[in-house]
Structure formats: structure tokens, C-alpha cells
């Protein structure tokens, strides 16, 4: 019965890959979000979905693209992994007008 | 632009000891502002939200207060336990903005 779910929860990849990243969650949310930690622990906003629209883009690059088929889902794809997209990526929902966000449990990817 | 600090980056004491971690933000204009939890290799859990029009929160032996004006927040840990060891970040949601801007984090480690 986990609320926000990710997978892979560990990600192993060379440079120049294309991967994704999946989360899902069972709150009936309507807004879900990426977030990246990196190597200082830092973590910044990526992507914001409202109601499977784009609302938030923080200056990612493109080769990250989110895409959202329904509201309970948000998922990440990366174009031509660089060794400096190395990081955690967690996602987490929350309901619109609502405050508190919910967290998964992190995607911890690793490219060489 | 919205700037969230902490301090200490690292804080270690006995346990049973009372203590504080610092959050600062550079722009008072917030919807809110909160206290998560973060075990190691786990997820964010929410302890505490703040309301921009409210001066403090608590939930058992923690208590938060908010200074909007001087944008400081404070968390406030009674009688520390080992359990409480973790990172714990302070992020705020910028006034018309859906999306949080978390500080660095300070490590807190309790020793027996």
C-alpha cells in the first residue's frame, strides 16, 4: 500500500543512454513533481504536472523529457546520460490547494 | 529568487540533549513553510508545516516556529533519542508558486 512508488530504485548506466525513471502514486493526487538531489544533497524542483499538464520546467535540459499518461503517474525519460545527471531523483505528489507533499522513496542513478 | 539555508551542516550530541536547527530564507513572500525527514537512502518525510501566518507547529517533542519577517525558522528537538538521527531539511513554498525550495539539509546525528 505504498503511497509514491518509483522504479527503478537503483540505476546503473553508461554515458550517452537513454533511460527512464516511473512513479506512481495511490493518494488520488493531482499534482506530482521531480526532484533531483545531487552529490551535496541539494534538492531542486524539475518538473511540476498538474492534472497530466506541464506547470512547472526549472531550466532542465531537454534531454529530460516527463511525461504523464494519467494523474497517478509521472515518469522521467533521460536522452544521452551525462556524468553529471548522476544523482537521486525523487518524485512526490500532493493535492492541488493542499500543502504537504508526499515523497517516493528515490531513483539513486549512477552514469559512467 | 528564493534561497534556502541551514545551520549547522552537521550537528552530533548526546542523547537526552535538547537542540536546535536553523533554517533561513531570503524572501519572506511564502505560502508556507516545512520540516522534513531524511533517513539514509529513504524518501522525505513530512514532521511539520508552517503556515506564512502562523508562528509555530508541534508534534510531540519537536516544535517549529516561524519568523516571517525575519525570514528564520527554527526546529526545536526535545530530549534527542538515537532514532532522531537523520538529515532534516527545510523547504518553503514561494508565494504563487506550486513547487518547494528546500535548504541544503543538516545532518543530525544522536550518540547513545
Known amino acids: 500500500d505504498t503511497a509514491v512508488s518509483q522504479t527503478p530504485k537503483y540505476l546503473v548506466t553508461q554515458m550517452g543512454n537513454d533511460k527512464s525513471i516511473k512513479c506512481e502514486q495511490n493518494?488520488?493526487?493531482?499534482?506530482m513533481y521531480w526532484y533531483k538531489q545531487d552529490s551535496k544533497k541539494f534538492l531542486k524542483i524539475m518538473f511540476s504536472?498538474?492534472?497530466?499538464?506541464?506547470?512547472i520546467n526549472e531550466t532542465v535540459p531537454n534531454r529530460f523529457s516527463p511525461k504523464s499518461p494519467d494523474k497517478a503517474h509521472l515518469n522521467l525519460h533521460i536522452n544521452s546520460l551525462e556524468l553529471g545527471d548522476s544523482a537521486v531523483y525523487f518524485c512526490?505528489?500532493?493535492?492541488?490547494?493542499?500543502?504537504?507533499?508526499?515523497f517516493g522513496p528515490g531513483t539513486r542513478l549512477l552514469v559512467l | 529568487k528564493q534561497e534556502v539555508t541551514q545551520i549547522p551542516a552537521a550537528l552530533s550530541v548526546p542523547e537526552g540533549e535538547n537542540l536546535v536547527l536553523n533554517c533561513s530564507f531570503t524572501?519572506?513572500?511564502?505560502?508556507?513553510l516545512q520540516w522534513f525527514r531524511q533517513d539514509p537512502g529513504k524518501g522525505l518525510t513530512s514532521l511539520l508545516l508552517?503556515?506564512?501566518?502562523?508562528r509555530e507547529q508541534t508534534s510531540g517533542r519537536l516544535n517549529a516556529s516561524l519568523d516571517k519577517s525575519s525570514g528564520r525558522s527554527t526546529l526545536y528537538i526535545a530530549a534527542s533519542q538515537p532514532g532522531d538521527s537523520a538529515t532534516y531539511l527545510c523547504?518553503?513554498?514561494?508565494?504563487?508558486?506550486?513547487?518547494?525550495?528546500f535548504g541544503q539539509g543538516t545532518r543530525l546525528t544522536i550518540n547513545p
Open positions: 512526490a505528489s500532493e493535492t492541488w490547494g493542499e500543502e504537504t507533499q508526499y
Open positions: 493518494l488520488g493526487h493531482d499534482t
Open positions: 504536472y498538474n492534472n497530466k499538464e506541464l506547470i
Open positions: 524572501d519572506s513572500a511564502i505560502y508556507n
Open positions: 508552517i503556515q506564512s501566518s502562523q
Open positions: 523547504a518553503v513554498r514561494p508565494r504563487g508558486a506550486q513547487k518547494l525550495v
